[in-house]
């Protein structure tokens, strides 16, 4: 009885502890950002970048109750901080005016995406959380890229699709529940995201003709369709295999 009445003090301390690494995540945004003046230039950016972050600081307190985030977490918050800043960037088209600075930034996101990974597995601290917040952010830092180059080159609504049909993938689950089963480890998942990210950072770069940048962005979806086709196969193969008596 003395632990059921203490358990909710301990579970606020531990959300507290949370709480506070992840304003450490909102300072380390604040230094970033200031040393970006070009990206960061008015008050709709800085809110635009700290409005993302603070969704992703909610979300992570609501699903993460245990204390401290642990290092690959951590890094995760930080390279969260980079995709905020790609997000505060499109505001009225700064990105343009600053396309290297902007660029750097979101592959700097992308390198740390490979890192949280390594140190889990070194740490011996990966968790369901930790790869579906990666995930997550993966999937936001591809959509925040797709619109940059919608609005930089005149490709058509399609582009979208490489960002939105992980999110397409998750809402065709709840009228079909047997698209959440779980699916097995694939390198070809991982090599796949890895491309569409490149694809995408080598489209928006200066040096990328009208023409290239079409190319790299239509295998960067032709890549993803195929990686969503065969995981979608293979669920509704297992599926019938579970219903054959």
């Not at 949370?18 to 008015?42: H, K, R």
């Not at 918050?77 to 980079?82: E, I, K, L, V």
């Not at 694939?186 to 990328?208: D, E, I, M, N, Y």
């Not at 993803?224 to 297992?238: I, N, P, R």
């Amino acid at each position: 009885m003395r632990f059921s009445s203490k358990a909710p003090y301990y579970l606020l301390s531990k959300r507290l502890y949370s709480a506070a690494e992840l304003l450490l995540g909102g300072l380390l945004l604040l230094i970033v950002g200031s040393g970006l003046p070009s990206l960061m230039a008015t008050p709709m950016h800085w809110t635009v970048a700290y409005g993302l972050y603070a969704c992703i600081s909610v979300l992570t307190l609501l699903f993460w109750p245990y204390g401290q985030l642990g290092w690959a977490n951590r890094v995760t918050m930080a390279r969260a901080t980079f995709v905020a800043i790609v997000a505060g960037g499109l505001v009225a088209d700064a990105f343009i005016a600053a396309r290297w600075q902007w660029l750097a930034v979101a592959v700097i996101a992308l390198v740390l995406d490979g890192l949280d990974g390594w140190i889990a597995r070194r740490t011996h601290s990966y968790s369901s959380f930790g790869a579906r917040f990666d995930m997550e952010l993966d999937a936001l830092l591809i959509t925040l890229l797709c619109v940059g180059l919608l609005r930089l080159e005149p490709l058509g609504a399609w582009v979208l699709m490489i960002g939105g049909m992980r999110y397409l993938f998750v809402a065709a689950s709840w009228p079909f529940p047997w698209l959440s089963r779980p699916l097995f480890a694939s390198f070809r998942r991982k090599a796949v995201c890895v491309w569409q990210v490149v694809a995408l950072l080598l489209a928006l770069t200066p040096l990328s003709s009208p023409l290239t940048a079409h190319l790299l962005a239509l295998s960067a979806l032709l890549a993803l369709a195929y990686s969503f086709g065969f995981d979608v196969w293979w669920l509704y193969q297992k599926t019938k295999q579970s219903k054959t008596p």
